[in-house]
């Protein structure tokens, strides 16, 4: 091959990749196009850029069914991954009398207050208070995005026959 042959197929091949047409010199005729095109068979082998052409396009979606789409997956996966704020507390709830009944109380607590979210302690203790006075001490769990501890607090208070007053011993985020 001399430098002349070598010259007019590089021009050529350039012509038909950059314009489409023969980049041959002017003087010279443009040898006949070869067929690029490999058979089927040939053309499965090699997938140099990774295109499937044999799989079914996928539908696609408007920009707000995207963003719909988006912002619900990213809210699924927030609260899969969120870990729920809790609060363990401890009551003081001190009877009116010496005569109240604190078992009975605490069972009477435990089944009329009870909002979804709140966790009752497995027991309570009595504490004395003075002149034969006991108060009673029960411990709860819940979770701070469903239940206010006021509003258990106040269920309690309104059991007035049987309760003067309730105090928050302690008040830990767990």
């Known amino acids: 091959m001399t430098y002349a042959m070598q010259y007019d197929e590089l021009s ?3 012509g038909y990749a950059l314009f489409g047409t023969a980049g041959a010199p002017a003087g010279k005729a443009a040898p006949a196009a070869k067929s690029t ?3 089927a ?3 499965d082998d090699m997938d140099l850029f990774g295109d499937d052409e044999d799989e079914t396009p996928k539908a696609t979606m408007s920009r707000a069914e995207q963003v ?11 609260k899969a991954n969120k870990k729920r704020d809790r609060s363990q507390i401890v009551l003081e709830v001190k009877p009116t009398d010496t005569d109240v009944d604190l078992d009975a109380l605490y069972k009477t607590i435990k089944k009329e207050v009870c909002p979804p979210g709140l966790t009752w302690g497995e027991g309570y203790n009595k504490a004395p208070v003075a002149f034969g006075i006991f108060k009673l001490i ?4 819940v979770f701070d ?3 206010s501890i006021d509003d258990v607090v106040d269920k309690i208070e309104a059991m007035e026959d049987s309760v003067q007053s309730v105090d928050i011993n302690s008040f830990n985020k767990l």
């Open 12 to 14: 050529v091949a350039l």
């Open 37 to 39: 095109k490999k058979p």
């Open 41 to 43: 068979a040939e053309d």
């Open 68 to 78: 719909a789409a988006m912002k619900a997956e990213k809210e699924a996966k927030e």
């Open 138 to 141: 029960i411990s709860l769990v």
């Open 145 to 147: 995005d469903e239940v």
